[in-house]
């Protein structure tokens, strides 16, 4: 499988347990896999005080939540084998900002086993409204675009 150049790249082998009454993984599996590696992003971003709900209260109040998510599935996955999630940052507007995920496997190489994107909003927990992205987090945004 040819490495694709995005930012993030998690490895989640695939459990006994994620297959479904079809035999192969189940479709919201790949959902979680797509949140394992979008929450891999934000802690690369952001680090680990700025994904969890009780630190964000103590900071600003401030934090990312999930608005919109598609997934199109193209090919079902069975057990064993190894899931890759490829993540990045796809667009950043006032107080959004879009992700996208591609969802490979090792026993099929270079075929995209799914697609997703999403949009996450900052959000002030405190307050309960939107806000803003600064110019300080466009920048680190952007770090994850290609």
Request: proline content about 3%; glycine content about 6%; charged content about 20%.
């Amino acid at each position: 499988m040819k490495n694709i150049n995005w930012p993030i790249k998690t490895e989640l082998p695939i459990q006994w347990g994620e297959m479904d009454a079809f035999n192969h993984v189940n479709n919201v599996v790949y959902i979680r896999w797509f949140e394992t590696s979008r929450i891999e992003l934000f802690r690369k971003m952001w680090g680990d005080d700025d994904v969890n709900l009780q630190e964000i209260l103590k900071g600003d109040g401030v934090g990312p939540i999930l608005a919109n998510f598609n997934i199109n599935y193209n090919s079902p996955l069975f057990y064993p084998d190894t899931a890759f999630v490829f993540t990045k940052i796809s667009a950043i507007g006032n107080s959004s900002f879009g992700v996208d995920h591609i969802l490979k496997s090792k026993n099929n190489g270079d075929k995209v086993i799914a697609e997703a994107n999403s949009t996450v909003v900052m959000f002030n927990f405190s307050k309960n409204v939107t806000s803003k992205l600064s110019f300080d987090q466009k920048e680190t945004l952007k770090k994850f675009m290609i």
